[in-house]
T-cell receptor, first 110, second 116 residues
């Protein structure tokens, strides 16, 4: 069966520090992968999606970047975090009839 | 322009009653899919139901049904016999494309509160 791992679950980082969130998928090959951000009490904002290794599409210009070094690995990064980067980050992959989510990372930038 | 619009930021429903959560979408892709997810306070995303753009019948999964009106581009979620455990955020989402190219976007959500 397909599973998706996302870590860490929670993270507190100072302003100006770097960020690296990792997501890996098991049980499927060549998945379409996504990073979403959810501000408190708000909807899911699509940040990046990837249809293959090295192929990244950015939906919103921002302080973040994404990379896909391997087929089932998706990484969200920042060189210098801003206060506005705080939120709940979700990694996902999509099949035709369902999108599967990781457990999410609650990032607080202080 | 918003791809997915959920116009109800919050809804209340009496326990055991039915409730309809609204969702409209916008796409020029002839092949698309519509999803509903439930997000409790824990943050996990729970898949509820899926409707494909070519499906002739409205999707149903237990107490959940999707009222798909293609010409109106709406995909409302109907929850029958509401339970206290149904209190959560509900998100409508759309997949555009198939196969190697897909993109899934979400609406802003509706917070449902079930009243005893």
């Amino acid at each position: 069966s397909q599973t998706i791992h996302q870590w860490p679950a929670t993270l507190v980082q100072p302003v100006g520090s770097p960020l690296s969130l990792e997501c890996t998928v098991e049980g499927t090959s060549n998945p379409n992968l996504y990073w979403y951000r959810q501000a408190a009490g708000r909807g899911l904002q699509l940040l990046f999606y990837s249809v293959g290794i090295g192929q990244i599409s950015s939906e919103v210009p921002q302080n973040l970047s994404a990379s896909r070094p391997q087929d089932r690995q998706f990484i969200l990064s920042s060189k210098k975090l801003l206060l506005s980067d705080s939120g709940f980050y979700l990694c996902a992959w999509s099949a035709v009839t369902e999108a599967f989510f990781g457990q999410g990372t609650r990032l607080t930038v202080v | 322009a918003q791809k997915i619009t959920q116009t109800q930021p919050g809804m209340f429903v009496q326990e055991k009653e039915a409730v309809t959560l609204d969702c409209t979408y916008d796409t020029s892709d002839p092949s698309y899919g519509l999803f509903w997810y439930k997000q409790p306070s824990s943050g996990e995303m729970i898949f509820l139901i899926y409707q494909g753009s070519y499906d002739q019948q409205n999707a149903t999964e237990g107490r959940y049904s999707l009222n798909f009106q293609k010409a109106r581009k709406s995909a409302n979620l109907v929850i029958s016999a509401s339970q206290l455990g149904d209190s959560a955020m509900y998100f409508c989402a759309m997949r555009e494309g198939r196969g190697g190219y897909q993109k899934v976007t979400f609406g802003t959500g509706t917070k449902l509160q079930v009243i005893p």
